[in-house]
T-cell receptor
């Protein structure tokens, strides 16, 4: 089955700086890669996703890049703000290959220092 | 609009006691339903998924079971809880197997003592 590795486990950046979180996956058949944000005590919520037919996707201050050959994808947050502090999870899935759920990374605790 | 309800929000149970967590989805029909567990420092682990009434698939062997008695109801159960069952349990749904976004419930914080 799929295995997703996520790094780093904790990331502390100064407010206004950029943050990058990286994930690798093992199953080359995976074709959907979402990122979820989970604030303390709350449910995970989708913030951005990318499919394997696209190399990069951007939504305001967040972007995701995908390298299918290397089987890794990254989340980029620019001009970080205090409200960006949360745990971020990457995930992978083969859409259309069955109804099984997402395989998640272990999460990155992003801390925005004022 | 679609909503997902999960209860209770927190639960403290003694070792060996039974467990029943309930999740319901409103505003959609025949959703795919999922149970995830989030243990400290271990991310989100898929436990069960269901594509229809009575259809349950298990991802990992464990002390838990799941049932789907109705189209929009998903129940997580255990006959005898273990200490290792403690964690944050999240129910989720998606439209169908071709759709991608998973919508999560509020979660249940289970502490087994």
């Amino acid at each position: 089955g799929e295995n997703v590795e996520q790094h780093p486990s904790t990331l502390s950046v100064q407010e206004g700086d950029s943050a990058v979180i990286k994930c690798t996956y093992s199953d080359s058949a995976s074709n959907y890669f979402p990122w979820y944000k989970q604030e303390l005590g709350k449910r995970p919520q989708l913030i951005i996703d990318i499919r394997s037919n696209v190399g990069e996707k951007k939504d305001q201050r967040i972007a995701v890049t995908l390298n299918k050959t290397a089987k890794h994808f990254s989340l980029h947050i620019t001009e970080t703000q205090p409200e960006d502090s949360a745990v971020y999870f990457c995930a992978a899935k083969k859409v259309g290959g069955g109804a099984d759920g997402l395989t998640f990374g272990k999460g990155t605790h992003l801390i925005i220092q004022p | 609009s679609q909503t997902i309800h999960q209860w209770p929000a927190t639960l403290v149970q003694p070792v060996g006691s039974p467990l029943s967590l309930e999740c319901t989805v409103e505003g959609t029909s025949n959703p795919n339903l999922y149970w995830y567990r989030q243990a400290a420092g271990r991310g989100l682990q898929l436990l069960f998924y269901s594509v229809g009434i009575g259809q349950i698939s298990s991802e990992v062997p464990q002390n838990l079971s799941a049932s789907r008695p109705q189209d929009r109801q998903f129940i997580l159960s255990s006959k005898k809880l273990l200490l290792s069952d403690s964690g944050f349990y999240l129910c989720a749904w998606s439209v169908d197997m071709l759709n991608t976004e998973a919508f999560f419930g509020q979660g249940t914080r289970l502490t087994v003592v």
